[in-house]
């Protein structure tokens, strides 16, 4: 990392906790501290964070210590099983630090959807290997990306949960916001297209050992539950650690597109600009996103919400999505 990046300004940080939990924590508060102090910077020399071992040890305890840890990918190899094989890590790191490491096909499983509608979602199941590594990613590239992220995004972020976006809903609905585009996106995790996920993370990342590990875990394909194995051309698998933060970074286009307005000196960032608008029948709209779930509440008419329903789509259409017809509704 350059020697010349911003330094902390604010007021002087807690001390971070001894170990390597401690020394993960301090190179995440430096990312987040350059990103916000410089908007337009794209990282370098990422890739040695990914591969420290201190980033390794806290990525593999949180895979641990998650609900699926008992569950094992293509390779048969659980996280306990892992933890017991001596110099897990080691090999691990030696293979990323030699640009050895290839992931393995994520391990289809099908589950019922909640709600008892008697439809089907698959989840991909990654080996221990490739969840330490993906954990690995984002915590790194977490802290870079949560410096730009909107408020309006509530899901899969730290600090923020679905409750908060209900909150937030209810609240916009109290203030005259009474027409909704209740937006479900189709297949969202499916479809999302590569190219346009990899030119999202472009944008902030130029390492170029990194951004090929986010692409070779885009593209590790599939091992059915027949026992096919298929590519993968689109889409980030559901069960992935590293899923939600990619396509939440994906979604970014969305929640700009729709939240410029509300920017400082934009057409709503105030109440006179919005009654003014009201009064010459204009519409306001606030959008609040949880993943691939979104409302889009306006201050206007059923009309307006359609026309917002309409530039939703043309928003989209680039990153390889479309609403959904059957879950997209205006109310």
Known sequence: MPEDAPPNGGAPAAPAPPGPSGRVLEMQAKLHRWAVADPGRRFDDLFNFVHDPATLMMAFDRVAGNKGARTAGVDGLTAAEAASTPGFLTALRADLKSGSFRPLPVRERKIPK???SGKIRSLGIPSVADRTVQ?????????????????????????RRAQDAIAEIQRFGTKGYRWVLDA????????????????????????????ALVKAFLKAGILAEDGQHRDTHTGTPQGGILS????????????EHLHRDWK?????????????????????????????????????????????????ASVLAPLGLRLSPAKTRIV
């Open 264 to 312: 400082p000196g934009g057409r709503m960032d105030a109440q006179y600009p919005r009654r003014k608008r009201r009064r010459h029948g204009l519409p306001n709209w606030r959008i609040v996103r949880y993943a691939d779930d979104f409302a889009i509440l306006v201050h206007g008419c059923a009309d307006d919400a359609r026309a917002l329903q309409d530039e939703v």
């Open 244 to 255: 939600p933060l990619i396509f939440n970074i994906a979604l970014q286009v969305l929640d």
């Open 114 to 116: 909640p709600g008892g």
């Open 184 to 211: 479900d996106i189709e297949a969202a995790f499916d479809n999302v297209s590569h190219r346009a996920v990899m030119d999202a993370v472009r944008v902030r990342v130029k390492d170029k050992r990194l951004l």
């Open 135 to 159: 954990a690995a990613l984002k915590l790194v590239l977490e802290p870079i990306f949560e410096a730009g992220f909107l408020p309006v995004s509530y899901g899969f972020r730290p600090k």
